[in-house]
Protein backbone atom coordinates (compact mmCIF):
# COMPACT_ATOMS: atom_id res chain seq x y z
CA UNK A 1 0.00 0.00 0.00
CA UNK A 2 1.79 3.80 -1.41
CA UNK A 3 1.63 6.34 0.69
CA UNK A 4 1.96 9.91 -1.35
CA UNK A 5 3.80 12.67 0.78
CA UNK A 6 0.88 14.37 2.26
CA UNK A 7 -0.27 10.83 4.19
CA UNK A 8 3.30 10.66 5.12
CA UNK A 9 3.10 14.30 6.79
CA UNK A 10 0.04 13.46 8.28
CA UNK A 11 0.80 10.21 9.87
CA UNK A 12 4.14 11.67 10.86
CA UNK A 13 3.45 14.99 12.10
CA UNK A 14 2.14 13.72 15.71
CA UNK A 15 5.31 12.28 16.65
CA UNK A 16 9.24 13.35 15.87
CA UNK A 17 10.34 9.88 14.21
CA UNK A 18 13.74 8.71 15.10
CA UNK A 19 16.87 8.31 12.38
CA UNK A 20 17.36 4.89 10.44
CA UNK A 21 20.65 4.77 11.68
CA UNK A 22 19.03 5.35 15.37
CA UNK A 23 16.82 2.87 15.09
CA UNK A 24 19.43 0.43 14.02
CA UNK A 25 21.13 1.11 16.97
CA UNK A 26 17.93 -0.27 19.47
CA UNK A 27 17.59 -2.91 17.23
CA UNK A 28 21.34 -4.05 18.15
CA UNK A 29 20.21 -3.51 21.59
CA UNK A 30 17.16 -5.26 21.22
CA UNK A 31 18.39 -8.63 19.71
CA UNK A 32 21.23 -8.68 22.75
CA UNK A 33 18.53 -8.45 25.12
CA UNK A 34 16.76 -11.66 24.68
CA UNK A 35 19.63 -13.45 24.75
CA UNK A 36 19.48 -13.25 28.32
CA UNK A 37 18.98 -15.93 30.81
CA UNK A 38 15.27 -17.05 31.35
CA UNK A 39 14.46 -13.86 29.89
CA UNK A 40 12.19 -15.24 27.41
CA UNK A 41 10.44 -17.73 29.63
CA UNK A 42 9.64 -15.30 32.44
CA UNK A 43 8.32 -13.04 29.35
CA UNK A 44 5.87 -15.99 28.23
CA UNK A 45 4.81 -16.46 31.99
CA UNK A 46 4.11 -12.93 32.67
CA UNK A 47 1.75 -13.19 29.30
CA UNK A 48 0.34 -15.87 29.48
CA UNK A 49 -1.33 -15.00 32.89
CA UNK A 50 -1.98 -11.36 32.31
CA UNK A 51 -2.73 -10.89 28.41
CA UNK A 52 -3.69 -15.07 27.23
CA UNK A 53 -7.13 -14.35 29.07
CA UNK A 54 -8.15 -11.55 27.13
CA UNK A 55 -6.63 -12.36 23.80
CA UNK A 56 -8.47 -15.94 24.22
CA UNK A 57 -11.98 -13.75 25.48
CA UNK A 58 -12.08 -11.82 21.99
CA UNK A 59 -11.29 -14.93 19.98
CA UNK A 60 -13.92 -17.01 21.08
CA UNK A 61 -16.05 -17.63 18.30
CA UNK A 62 -13.72 -16.97 15.59
CA UNK A 63 -13.61 -19.66 12.90
CA UNK A 64 -10.86 -22.13 12.43
CA UNK A 65 -9.97 -20.28 9.15
CA UNK A 66 -9.27 -17.16 10.72
CA UNK A 67 -6.46 -15.07 10.36
CA UNK A 68 -4.45 -13.57 13.64
CA UNK A 69 -1.34 -11.18 13.11
CA UNK A 70 0.88 -10.74 15.54
CA UNK A 71 2.62 -7.05 15.41
CA UNK A 72 6.20 -6.64 16.45
CA UNK A 73 6.19 -10.08 17.71
CA UNK A 74 9.73 -10.37 19.24
CA UNK A 75 10.70 -13.84 20.51
CA UNK A 76 7.34 -14.06 22.81
CA UNK A 77 5.44 -14.33 19.93
CA UNK A 78 2.09 -13.84 22.11
CA UNK A 79 -0.48 -14.51 19.95
CA UNK A 80 0.81 -18.25 20.30
CA UNK A 81 -2.10 -18.51 23.31
CA UNK A 82 -4.91 -18.12 20.70
CA UNK A 83 -5.56 -21.35 19.79
CA UNK A 84 -8.18 -20.75 16.09
CA UNK A 85 -6.75 -18.94 13.57
CA UNK A 86 -3.79 -19.24 11.36
CA UNK A 87 -0.90 -17.13 12.60
CA UNK A 88 0.57 -13.97 11.18
CA UNK A 89 4.24 -13.17 13.18
CA UNK A 90 5.99 -9.99 11.79
CA UNK A 91 9.08 -8.75 13.42
CA UNK A 92 12.29 -7.14 11.79
CA UNK A 93 14.37 -9.55 13.84
CA UNK A 94 12.35 -12.71 13.31
CA UNK A 95 15.57 -13.99 12.05
CA UNK A 96 17.78 -13.54 14.52
CA UNK A 97 15.08 -14.90 17.13
CA UNK A 98 14.71 -17.97 15.36
CA UNK A 99 18.41 -18.82 15.53
CA UNK A 100 18.39 -17.32 19.19
CA UNK A 101 15.68 -19.92 19.99
CA UNK A 102 15.92 -23.10 17.67
CA UNK A 103 12.49 -25.05 17.94
CA UNK A 104 10.97 -22.56 20.10
CA UNK A 105 9.11 -19.74 18.22
CA UNK A 106 5.30 -21.49 17.20
CA UNK A 107 4.17 -22.59 13.78
CA UNK A 108 2.62 -19.81 11.45
CA UNK A 109 3.39 -17.67 8.74
CA UNK A 110 6.79 -15.33 9.65
CA UNK A 111 7.68 -12.04 7.81
CA UNK A 112 10.80 -10.34 8.87
CA UNK A 113 9.71 -7.03 7.57
CA UNK A 114 8.91 -3.32 8.98
CA UNK A 115 5.87 -3.27 11.13
CA UNK A 116 4.61 -0.27 8.92
CA UNK A 117 5.12 -1.93 5.49
CA UNK A 118 3.11 -5.38 5.67
CA UNK A 119 2.83 -7.43 2.72
CA UNK A 120 -0.67 -8.49 3.48
CA UNK A 121 -4.07 -6.66 1.15
CA UNK A 122 -6.34 -4.74 3.40
CA UNK A 123 -8.72 -6.20 5.59
CA UNK A 124 -6.68 -9.54 6.01
CA UNK A 125 -6.52 -10.09 9.87
CA UNK A 126 -9.91 -11.16 12.16
CA UNK A 127 -7.61 -10.01 15.24
CA UNK A 128 -3.73 -8.13 15.53
CA UNK A 129 -2.31 -8.42 18.80
CA UNK A 130 0.57 -5.81 19.68
CA UNK A 131 2.23 -6.27 22.78
CA UNK A 132 5.19 -4.24 23.97
CA UNK A 133 6.41 -3.03 20.74
CA UNK A 134 5.36 -0.04 19.55
CA UNK A 135 7.58 1.75 21.01
CA UNK A 136 10.02 -0.35 19.20
CA UNK A 137 8.88 0.67 15.76
CA UNK A 138 10.78 2.87 13.29
CA UNK A 139 7.69 4.72 12.95
CA UNK A 140 4.68 4.04 15.78
CA UNK A 141 2.18 6.28 13.91
CA UNK A 142 2.74 4.45 10.51
CA UNK A 143 2.56 1.17 12.31
CA UNK A 144 -0.99 2.15 13.60
CA UNK A 145 -2.20 3.09 10.54
CA UNK A 146 -1.04 -0.23 9.15
CA UNK A 147 -3.07 -1.93 11.72
CA UNK A 148 -6.08 -0.26 11.26
CA UNK A 149 -5.62 -0.79 7.85
CA UNK A 150 -4.88 -4.49 7.90
CA UNK A 151 -7.65 -5.41 10.84
CA UNK A 152 -11.45 -6.21 9.58
CA UNK A 153 -14.24 -4.01 10.02
CA UNK A 154 -15.55 -6.30 13.10
CA UNK A 155 -12.13 -7.21 14.34
CA UNK A 156 -10.05 -6.80 17.16
CA UNK A 157 -6.72 -4.94 18.25
CA UNK A 158 -4.79 -5.94 21.33
CA UNK A 159 -2.43 -3.74 22.56
CA UNK A 160 -0.49 -3.56 25.20
CA UNK A 161 2.85 -1.74 26.39
CA UNK A 162 4.46 0.00 29.11
CA UNK A 163 3.64 3.64 29.93
CA UNK A 164 5.35 6.44 32.35
CA UNK A 165 4.21 9.85 34.07
CA UNK A 166 4.44 12.53 31.62
CA UNK A 167 7.48 13.68 33.19
CA UNK A 168 9.63 10.74 33.02
CA UNK A 169 7.99 10.57 29.69
CA UNK A 170 9.90 13.85 28.79
CA UNK A 171 12.77 13.43 30.40
CA UNK A 172 13.74 10.06 29.01
CA UNK A 173 13.04 11.53 25.19
CA UNK A 174 15.06 14.63 25.72
CA UNK A 175 17.89 12.49 27.55
CA UNK A 176 17.90 10.02 24.11
CA UNK A 177 17.73 12.87 21.97
CA UNK A 178 20.38 14.87 23.38
CA UNK A 179 22.79 12.51 25.06
CA UNK A 180 22.35 9.03 23.97
CA UNK A 181 25.33 7.82 24.63
CA UNK A 182 23.86 7.58 28.16
CA UNK A 183 21.14 5.68 27.06
CA UNK A 184 21.10 1.70 27.10
CA UNK A 185 17.32 1.17 26.19
CA UNK A 186 15.77 -0.83 23.43
CA UNK A 187 13.10 1.27 22.67
CA UNK A 188 13.32 4.86 21.54
CA UNK A 189 10.11 6.05 22.40
CA UNK A 190 8.52 7.11 25.65
CA UNK A 191 5.03 7.27 25.97
CA UNK A 192 2.83 8.36 29.20
CA UNK A 193 -0.81 6.83 29.65
CA UNK A 194 -2.47 10.27 28.72
CA UNK A 195 -0.62 9.98 25.27
CA UNK A 196 -0.72 6.97 24.11
CA UNK A 197 -4.36 6.63 24.54
CA UNK A 198 -4.50 9.78 21.94
CA UNK A 199 -2.54 8.17 19.78
CA UNK A 200 -4.81 4.79 19.83
CA UNK A 201 -7.56 7.15 19.66
CA UNK A 202 -6.32 8.52 16.04
CA UNK A 203 -6.64 4.94 14.45
CA UNK A 204 -9.04 3.36 16.34
CA UNK A 205 -12.05 3.49 19.26
CA UNK A 206 -10.97 2.14 22.84
CA UNK A 207 -13.59 -0.33 23.79
CA UNK A 208 -11.64 -1.77 27.41
CA UNK A 209 -8.31 -0.84 29.24
CA UNK A 210 -6.85 -1.85 31.95
CA UNK A 211 -3.74 -1.54 34.12
CA UNK A 212 -1.60 -5.08 34.63
CA UNK A 213 0.34 -5.85 37.86
CA UNK A 214 4.34 -4.80 37.59
CA UNK A 215 6.19 -7.64 36.23
CA UNK A 216 9.50 -8.50 37.90
CA UNK A 217 12.33 -6.08 36.75
CA UNK A 218 10.11 -3.59 35.51
CA UNK A 219 11.27 0.34 35.39
CA UNK A 220 10.83 1.80 38.82
CA UNK A 221 8.32 4.57 37.29
CA UNK A 222 6.81 2.37 34.74
CA UNK A 223 3.61 0.23 34.84
CA UNK A 224 2.18 -2.01 31.89
CA UNK A 225 -1.51 -1.01 30.49
CA UNK A 226 -3.40 -3.43 28.21
CA UNK A 227 -6.23 -1.77 25.62
CA UNK A 228 -8.56 -3.81 23.34
CA UNK A 229 -9.54 -2.09 20.29
CA UNK A 230 -12.32 -1.72 17.54
CA UNK A 231 -12.67 0.37 14.15
CA UNK A 232 -13.94 3.32 14.71
CA UNK A 233 -16.98 3.01 12.92
CA UNK A 234 -18.14 0.05 16.19
CA UNK A 235 -17.36 2.43 18.92
CA UNK A 236 -19.31 1.17 22.08
CA UNK A 237 -18.99 -2.11 21.18
CA UNK A 238 -16.94 -4.80 23.35
CA UNK A 239 -15.89 -8.25 22.94
Known amino acids: ?16 IISQARWLK ?5 AEY ?17 YAPMMVRYAEGLPDEAHVLDLGCG ?3 PSRFVVSGNKTYVDPLL ?16 LAVPTDTIPKP ?12 LDRVMNPEL ?22 PIAVAMACYYADCFIPVFCHRRHPYFYAHTGIRKT ?23 REMAFVCRHQALKGQGG
Open 1 to 16: MKRNAAQEKRYMAHHR
Open 26 to 30: YQKQE
Open 34 to 50: WHGNTVLENRLAYIERH
Open 75 to 77: PVC
Open 95 to 110: DTFRRAYPGKLPKGER
Open 122 to 133: DASFDMIVSIDA
Open 143 to 164: TLNEARRLLKTDGAFIFGMKVY
Open 200 to 222: LQRYFSIVEEYRLPDPEGIDMFG
